[in-house]
């Protein structure tokens, strides 16, 4: 019995509790949808009706005028006044030929020159050698007597060839005295008396050689 009753008070507060959750529920909606009503009320209350008109797009600004330019003047050039020039002077210039530029060659180079001979030998005495004093030649004695009547003098150079052996091979006058009887006593006294100690070649041995001198012819006084 006691086990019914529980169960019944249960069930009737569980369909309490569910019928107060509705209520609820109910006053909570009705609350805001009414109180959403009278906000939209009052909105459209408030609203102006606004006519928005389209914006006309701006005008485009006619492009600006080109600037004018301004023309110079035209000015009229002065009249042409035609002066009769000489003719023009043509020069004729004979221009030379060209120069030929000779490039010389050098040459061959020369032949080596010969060599030179070998020195002749040279004599141990080259020239004779008088024997005792060569003025006893030719004395007074020996004067021409013509040249001595007509007191003539003078002085006569001779060149002598002396053979091998000392003795005059050959006379001539080298320098005359101006007579020739004084010239021809002088080879003539020389040639008989002179004697010499012949040349010497290079090995020693006696050879030709020549010998010079002077004689003066005086008259004795």
Not at 137 to 166: C, H, I, K
Not at 172 to 180: A, R
Request: hydrophobic share 30%; aromatic share 4%; with cysteine.
């Amino acid at each position: 019995m006691a086990y019914a009753d529980q169960q019944g008070m249960s069930s009737n507060r569980l369909i309490s509790i569910i019928i107060v959750v509705l209520l609820h529920a109910f006053l909570g909606y009705a609350l805001v949808t009414g109180l959403a009503y009278d906000a939209v009320k009052q909105i459209k209350a408030k609203m102006t009706v606004v006519d928005v008109e389209e914006e006309k797009p701006p005008e485009e600004e006619p492009p600006p005028e080109p600037e004018k330019q301004i023309e110079p003047p035209v000015v009229s050039p002065p009249p042409l006044v035609k002066t009769v020039s000489p003719p023009p002077t043509v020069r004729t210039v004979d221009t030379p030929p060209p120069a030929i530029t000779l490039v010389p060659t050098a040459a061959p180079p020369a032949p080596a020159a010969p060599p030179p001979p070998p020195p002749p030998p040279v004599a141990k005495r080259p020239n004779p050698i008088p024997k005792g004093n060569p003025g006893n030649w030719a004395n007074t004695n020996d004067y021409p007597s013509r040249a001595l009547q007509q007191e003539r003098e003078g002085t006569t150079g001779f060149r002598v060839t002396v053979g091998a052996n000392g003795r005059v091979t050959d006379c001539q006058i080298s320098s005359s005295s101006g007579h020739p009887d004084l010239d021809q006593a002088t080879c003539t006294n020389v040639t008989r008396r002179a004697r010499f100690d012949p040349a010497l070649d290079s090995s020693g041995n006696p050879t030709t050689g020549t010998y010079s001198n002077r004689v003066r012819w005086q008259i004795p006084r």
